[in-house]
């Protein structure tokens, strides 16, 4: 069975298949270990750190005090 390609790399357009998430001080990390650029724009998943399964050390203590959303 043939892998179906992405169709975004079918467009040649600079992108990425990781997700972007977005720490409480504004940094931003790719879950793509080969990602080079870390801008939003190629990224189709931006998510906030602490919306991930098991959560980020650092929106530990955001989460009562903080912004909701830092993806935005």
């Known amino acids: 069975m043939r ?4 169709s975004i ?3 040649a357009l600079d992108h990425c298949h990781g997700t972007l998430l ?5 940094s931003v990390e790719c879950t793509e270990p080969d990602c080079a ?3 939003r724009a ?3 998943f931006v998510v ?3 919306d991930v399964a098991g959560g980020c050390g650092c929106a530990v203590t955001e ?3 903080g912004p909701r959303s ?3």
């Open 3 to 6: 892998v179906r390609a992405c």
């Open 9 to 11: 790399c079918d467009s």
């Open 22 to 26: 977005v720490h409480t001080d504004r």
């Open 37 to 39: 650029d870390s801008d």
């Open 42 to 44: 190629r990224h189709t």
């Open 48 to 50: 906030d750190c602490f």
């Open 63 to 65: 989460t009562c005090t």
């Open 70 to 72: 830092l993806a935005g």
